[in-house]
């Protein structure tokens, strides 16, 4: 027999092993809407114990079809990349099953829309903008959770009044992807981050309140900025 074909056969049976047990199938299934969960959150999914959650959630990182997302004190379980959300949805399909329920954050409204998160923009603003600034090929590259601005992209930022070479040069990471703790998306982190978070307030994009975290986009940021803050 081919070893190769041989321990393909035995790595396809090993992963579908995985997939296979009940638990982990909802659980699979949970994050297939592309937002990031706790062991609680999953293990509530599941209807299993937190102990077994565990052991269920240690199965499937060995196995590469989730990855561990630590911030500060909170751990989070996605997807590992798009090749598995993509092989997970064939199986769905061949196996009829329903669409995943909607993500629904119980986090305040007036919060969940836009806030700060240390000095950043978090929050569905925050992460939508994370995403034009991809779309709109600013940023580029994820590297164990690094961007790194396309030549386009410094361009941009330039004419918009954001120096990007002070920016690089702070004593911190330049941009990263920050998970968002209401969203379970990422929203753009690091020195970037907070550079942009600046210049919206200095712009009027933004403002902030006076007496907590949240944002509010305003009309001007619609105006002015249509391809990122719409």
């Given at each position: 027999?081919?070893?190769?074909?041989?321990?393909?056969?035995?790595?396809?049976?090993?992963?579908?092993?995985?997939?296979?047990?009940?638990?982990?199938?909802?659980?699979?299934?949970?994050?297939?809407?592309?937002?990031?969960?706790?062991?609680?959150?999953?293990?509530?999914?599941?209807?299993?114990?937190?102990?077994?959650?565990?052991?269920?959630?240690?199965?499937?990182?060995?196995?590469?079809?989730?990855?561990?997302?630590?911030?500060?004190?909170?751990?989070?379980?996605?997807?590992?990349?798009?090749?598995?959300?993509?092989?997970?949805?064939?199986?769905?399909?061949?196996?009829?099953?329903?669409?995943?329920?909607?993500?629904?954050?119980?986090?305040?409204?007036?919060?969940?829309?836009?806030?700060?998160?240390?000095?950043?923009?978090?929050?569905?603003?925050?992460?939508?903008?994370?995403?034009?600034?991809?779309?709109?090929?600013?940023?580029?590259?994820?590297?164990?959770?690094?961007?790194?601005?396309?030549?386009?992209?410094?361009?941009?930022?330039?004419?918009?009044?954001?120096?990007?070479?002070?920016?690089?040069?702070?004593?911190?990471?330049?941009?990263?992807?920050c998970l968002d703790w209401s969203e379970r998306?990422?929203?753009?982190?690091?020195?970037l981050g907070a550079a942009w978070l600046q210049l919206s307030l200095r712009r009027?994009?933004?403002?902030?309140?006076?007496?907590?975290?949240?944002?509010?986009?305003?009309?001007?940021?619609?105006?002015?900025?249509?391809?990122?803050?719409?």
């Amino acid at each position: 027999m081919d070893t190769t074909a041989s321990s393909a056969d035995f790595q396809l049976a090993r992963l579908a092993g995985a997939i296979a047990e009940p638990a982990r199938a909802r659980m699979l299934s949970c994050l297939m809407d592309g937002h990031a969960r706790t062991a609680t959150e999953l293990a509530t999914v599941a209807e299993v114990a937190a102990s077994t959650a565990s052991a269920h959630l240690a199965r499937l990182k060995d196995e590469r079809l989730v990855d561990l997302l630590v911030q500060g004190k909170h751990r989070y379980f996605r997807l590992a990349n798009d090749d598995v959300a993509a092989a997970l949805e064939s199986l769905m399909v061949v196996a009829g099953a329903p669409r995943t329920p909607e993500f629904k954050p119980n986090t305040p409204s007036r919060l969940r829309s836009a806030r700060t998160c240390y000095d950043h923009m978090a929050g569905t603003a925050g992460v939508a903008l994370h995403d034009r600034l991809h779309a709109q090929g600013w940023l580029s590259g994820l590297q164990s959770g690094s961007y790194e601005l396309t030549s386009e992209g410094a361009i941009a930022l330039e004419s918009l009044g954001v120096e990007v070479d002070a920016v690089r040069r702070s004593r911190r990471r330049f941009a990263c992807a920050c998970l968002d703790w209401s969203e379970r998306r990422p929203h753009l982190g690091g020195a970037l981050g907070a550079a942009w978070l600046q210049l919206s307030l200095r712009r009027g994009w933004v403002r902030q309140e006076l007496d907590g975290r949240a944002l509010t986009l305003t009309p001007k940021a619609q105006r002015e900025m249509p391809e990122l803050f719409a």
